[in-house]
């Protein structure tokens, strides 16, 4: 980051381009659709994190991969005017930068379209070139849709350095084990609490029981989706649960993103599991709020929002979880 400032957390994750097209609804083979308006700007999960953190005033570096071409030469300096730490963001020689494209319709469903080669993905020897930012950091966010090696990699030497290390997502099956054990925070939707637990999370229960399972596999915080209902925050003495607010959804597009984000600020600045969990709901509501992923959220929205929200539901304590 320009000034010398070492930054607080770092992001490892995808970052490239996200085109956005609200449409009505999508045309039959053959025919086509108005769209009404369009964005391209920088997105990815990892991107994405990262602007929600410096937008949250904490300062971010984000270890991602870039394509050699204009595209990745727009993202990087995207990145850099967002305040991000782009110094261990790699820039892949002969490499397209990576595309998502989401299609919106009326009903507020998207569609995406991936072009994510093999080539935009974290390699092990990528993440070892960040190991000056961790040693510099008090947290580590790392986003599970990136190679299991390269994830590993970057949990093992963030926890080595001191840091808070946040999972984003499912590990796969042949890290799995290693990484929840490294965690101190894991968040996952509905569909990845599932994959973890073997449990379809069809309501608050399942997801209480998919959360004690969690937490006895390392983590101390877990964050899971009840989708279409909200979310549960578990901790070893304790859960709650935050239902859905009166948030007009527009986009859900990157809602976990600053879940994740806010989650994890909460956290370092000291807060308890329970009001972490309402920051991160906060965060969620007022990005679900306009189309694309890109967060809008700040300090202030923030703030202003969490003294609006009710508390959360469901509110157990429990012994040490075994």
């Not at 990262?50 to 904490?58: D, Q």
């Not at 984000?62 to 300096?77: N, P, Q, S, T």
């Not at 995207?78 to 319709?105: F, K, M, N, W, Y």
């Amino acid at each position: 980051m320009d000034g010398g400032l070492s930054p607080a957390v770092v992001v490892f994750g995808q970052a490239g381009r996200d085109l956005v097209l609200p449409i009505d609804e999508l045309p039959q083979p053959g025919a086509s659709a108005v769209v009404h308006t369009h964005s391209e700007v920088l997105g990815g999960k990892g991107a994405n994190q990262a602007v929600s953190f410096a937008r949250l005033g904490i300062r971010v570096a984000l270890v991602a991969v870039l394509g050699d071409d204009r595209a990745g030469d727009e993202a990087l300096a995207r990145a850099r005017a967002d305040g991000i730490d782009v110094s261990c963001v790699v820039r892949r020689t002969d490499t397209v930068t990576g595309l998502i494209v989401e299609i919106l319709d009326r009903e507020h469903r998207w569609r995406y379209f991936e072009d994510l080669p093999e080539a935009v993905q974290l390699t092990r020897a990528d993440v070892e070139a960040a190991g000056d930012l961790l040693a510099r950091s008090d947290a580590a966010v790392i986003q599970l849709q990136q190679p299991a090696a390269a994830c590993l990699t970057a949990a093992t030497m963030a926890r080595k350095a001191g840091c808070r290390v946040v999972l984003d997502g499912a590990p796969q099956p042949d890290h799995r084990r290693a990484l929840l054990e490294s965690a101190q925070v894991l968040r996952a939707d509905g569909h990845e609490a599932a994959l973890l637990t073997g449990r379809k999370i069809d309501g608050v229960k399942d997801a209480v029981h998919a959360a004690e399972e969690l937490l006895g596999s390392g983590p101390e915080v877990v964050a899971l989706a009840v989708e279409g209902k909200g979310n549960l925050v578990a901790w070893p003495q304790g859960h709650a649960f935050y239902p859905l607010d009166d948030a007009q959804t527009v986009d859900t597009t990157g809602a976990g993103d600053a879940f994740v984000a806010a989650l994890t600020t909460a956290l370092a600045l000291g807060e308890a599991p329970r009001e972490a969990g309402r920051w991160a709901v906060a965060a969620s509501a007022l990005t679900v709020e306009h189309v694309g992923g890109r967060p809008r959220i700040t300090a202030e929205t923030l703030q202003a929002r969490l003294a609006a929200a009710p508390d959360p539901q469901l509110v157990q304590h429990r012994g040490p979880n075994k």
